[in-house]
């Protein structure tokens, strides 16, 4: 899930279509709404956001601090003039990225997932012998270099466990990620079939499965082989 902040409601509701029509949930606030968002949303709805895009309102370069006390995804910033005076204050109040528009969401996409690689560098598997690529720009996973496609859902829950590899994820959570924290009509038990025809798909094209499931836990990517997923077989590209 992304949150787009922006004192212009066409522009957050551009982005928002944008992303729903790549399969990623969104959310689109004013600056106003989201100093009261981020104050009051819970620990737990703030972990499903992977990403927080700002576009432009008066007090953006302090945004990026007040989001770092509470999240660790990636701030991106929004720049209409791309000014070289802007990008290093932007950079300066701590965001992690500047973009120039146009832009389009497949590459804030690859943006993000380029962020959380670099912060988490020191948790990247080895690459030696693996079998399974993960993409975090929109493109399919692949195995032995053949794409296995994926639908959006399944594709996202892959790269969601990918990322958080090694801790345990519960069904909540992965559906607030995935489908949004704020979804109407939707049960949380659909993440049960999603993932269960993911790890089928894995299964048939691996040989074995690489997701661990834990009955009232959840789901994990293990950093480690265990008895069923052996070490030498599981590696991903970040």
């Known amino acids: 899930m992304y949150i787009i902040v922006d004192e ?3 522009v957050a509701a551009g982005y928002v279509a944008c992303f729903g ?3 990623v949930s969104s959310l689109g606030l004013l600056s106003g709404e989201f ?3 981020l104050k009051a949303t819970s620990g737990a709805d703030i972990d499903a956001v992977q ?3 700002l576009g432009e309102f008066q007090d953006r370069a302090a945004c990026a601090a007040n989001i770092r006390r509470r999240s660790r995804a990636p701030v991106i910033a929004l720049s209409d003039a791309g000014s070289l005076e802007q990008t290093l204050e932007l950079f300066s109040a701590r965001f992690d990225d500047v973009v120039r528009k146009p832009v389009h969401v497949r590459e804030i996409l690859a943006r993000s997932g380029a962020i959380w690689r670099r912060a988490n560098g ?3 598997p080895e690459r030696s012998g693996e079998r399974l690529t993960v993409h975090f720009d929109g493109r399919d996973p692949e195995i032995d270099g053949v794409s296995l496609s994926l639908p959006r859902r399944e594709r996202h829950i892959l790269e969601y466990l990918v990322r958080c590899r090694g801790r345990w994820l519960t069904k909540t959570q992965i559906f607030n990620t995935i489908y949004g924290i ?3 009509g939707l049960d949380e038990s659909v993440i049960e079939g999603h993932v269960s025809k993911l790890r089928k798909k894995l299964r048939q094209h691996l040989g074995y499965d690489p997701i661990k499931a834990k009955r009232h836990v959840g789901y994990t990517f293990p950093l ?3 008895e069923a997923v052996p070490p030498q077989k599981v590696g991903v590209h970040l």
């Open 122 to 124: 020191s948790q990247a």
């Open 8 to 10: 212009r409601p066409m």
């Open 51 to 53: 990403g927080f895009l």
């Open 21 to 23: 029509r790549e399969g």
């Open 224 to 226: 480690t082989g265990h």
């Open 35 to 37: 100093h009261n968002w």
């Open 182 to 184: 704020y979804s109407d």
